[in-house]
């Protein structure tokens, strides 16, 4: 079972925003810089964003200004608030620890779709 579980996406019209939540477990913690990553069919799976464990924050290009991520260490969870969603945002997200990416490490959850229309 992998212990990390996805949450929060859903439909909505573009301008429009949500909140993605990643629910962490299994030895996942604090000391883990975290990353969000989304795939679209046909495509492979994109780094969005990641935060430190000193809560430093990095974005692609094409979100920034736009979506925030965020942690609560004491509650294990990874936050991704995404405010001014366009089209080319639609995908599934998913969550992941970055030295779990880093190491090839092919493990996901079932990620949460975000659909963005127009």
């Known amino acids: 079972q992998v212990p990390l579980v996805e949450s929060g996406g859903g439909l909505v019209q573009s301008g429009e925003a949500l909140k993605l939540s990643c629910k962490v477990s299994?030895?996942?913690?604090?000391?883990?810089?975290m990353g969000w990553y989304r795939q679209v069919p046909g495509k492979s799976r994109e780094f969005i964003a990641s935060?430190?464990?000193?809560?430093?924050?990095m974005y692609i290009d094409s979100v920034k200004g736009r979506f925030t991520i965020s942690r609560d260490s004491a509650k294990n969870m990874v936050y991704l608030q995404m405010t001014g969603l366009k089209p080319e945002d639609t995908g599934v997200y998913y969550c992941?620890?970055?030295?779990?990416?880093?190491?090839?490490?092919?493990?996901w959850g079932q990620g949460t779709r975000v659909t963005v229309s127009e």
């Open positions: 299994g030895g996942i913690g604090s000391s883990d810089a």
């Open positions: 992941n620890p970055i030295r779990w990416v880093q190491a090839g490490r092919n493990r």
């Open positions: 935060i430190s464990t000193a809560n430093t924050t």
